[in-house]
């Protein structure tokens, strides 16, 4: 073979292998690889489709590679704390602290959970610490700002109106020590044309954990009548006496336990009875997006058109609801309930709420309520209400309602505030 065939051959070779590169790179721009991702990646997008479990497997298998992986623990931190595991997310965020010292996200995780677990006096330790070891933090310098207002008294007003009731609503609170809270309130529900209660009450509440407290209730009220009172059944005056214990048998598995004394007095003759009512209640959180409410009880109180104070009955109660996560913004709720009030006259509520979060100060609210009465033309209500809170002192909400009992309707608004120092 000549040296100028051969290098011929070599020519063709260069080209054919120029042209090679030239497709490869070509088929490159057309269809770039996908870049992987990581494990924080994938566990972010776990979390946004409401896959916990999954993202914290993801965790768990980056720890089995690398277990001092500090954002590993403070995601595993996240989302047991989410899930209302606080001893195993409070030990996440521990390892976090130990591997990342200088990072204030673990110190902020751990505070969160005991500010969670209703421990005040450990949860203010914990920010004024983190407070003092990162002053130039604007993270940390927020989150116990919030914790403050949290754990100061707060004064709230509220107004609502329908065309059965008017209601005002005023009251102060305030916690105690460390685990108790402390709220005095002043009701003056009208129902139009009918009468006028006024109630005083005053809530004592003591704090074990994250859904675990008894709460102690003790209400006055006053019934004043528009006119002559000749219906033997009406009201002059009560006391009423509540408790209500929660427990969670799981950190999913939430019961409650309520059972309400109060000894009336009628306005026509003067004679005395006692009203009961036990309530058992169970949440359960079973997946992210989708949690139930479901409760049964009894109710014993006057009958219907009673003749003497003995003449009293026992009802049955029932509550069912469910709740769903529509997206990371939306949430949708739905509650009946029977027998809802000792008064005796409303046989049930049906209730629906959607909730949508604009932004973490402003969401917006539309509910639907209808009111089943035992004696009486049924009502429906619509609402739908701004929720602002534009910082830890001020929780506000303010609507618009429409409402509608037999062939009248009606327009109002409704409002509540709520105040921290």
Known sequence: ??????????????????????????????????????????????????????????YRDELARNEKNADAWRGIGRILRWKGHLAESQQAYEKAAALEPDDSNAALGIAN????????????????????????????QQAAYDFARESNPRIYAKYERDLAF????????????SREDIQLEHVKDESLGAYVRKDEKATYTHYFGLNNFLELRYRRSKYSYFAPVTDFSAIDWFNEYRARYTYPITPEQVGTVTYTYRPSRLKTTQQSYN???????????????????????????????????????????????????????????????????????????????????????LSSLLRYRYDDYK??????????????????????????????????????????LIYKF
Request: glycine share 6%.
């Open 113 to 140: 959970t005991y500010r969670l677990n209703h421990d005040f006096n450990q949860a203010a330790a914990s920010y004024a610490a983190a407070q003092q070891r990162w002053p130039k933090d604007e993270e940390v």
């Open 375 to 416: 004696n009486g033309i049924n009502q429906r209500i619509y609402s739908l209400a701004l929720r602002y809170t534009p910082n830890a002192h001020i929780w506000s909400e303010i609507g618009i309602l429409t409402a509608s009992r037999g062939g009248r309707s009606g327009v109002y608004p409704e409002a509540t």
């Open 275 to 361: 009203s009961t009512k036990l309530e058992l209640e169970l949440h359960s959180q079973w997946t992210p997006r989708f949690a139930t409410v479901a409760g049964a009880g009894g109710l014993r109180d006057l009958n219907d058109n009673p003749t003497t104070t003995h003449d009293l009955r026992t009802t049955s109660l029932v509550k069912a609801g469910v709740e769903y996560q529509l997206t990371q913004r939306a949430q949708a709720s739905a509650t009946y309930i029977t027998n809802p009030d000792l008064d005796n006259s409303i046989h049930s509520k049906s209730l629906f709420l959607l909730n949508y979060q604009w932004r973490d100060d």
């Open 1 to 58: 073979m000549s040296l100028k065939t051969k290098g011929n051959m070599l020519s063709c070779g260069a080209i054919l292998a120029c042209l090679s590169i030239y497709a490869s790179a070509s088929d490159t721009d057309a269809a770039p690889p996908q870049k992987e991702k990581t494990y924080a990646e994938k566990a972010d997008q776990e979390i946004q489709d409401f896959h916990w479990n999954a993202a914290l497997q993801i």
């Open 166 to 177: 008017r209601t005002e609503t005023y009251g102060a609170g305030t916690p105690l020590l």
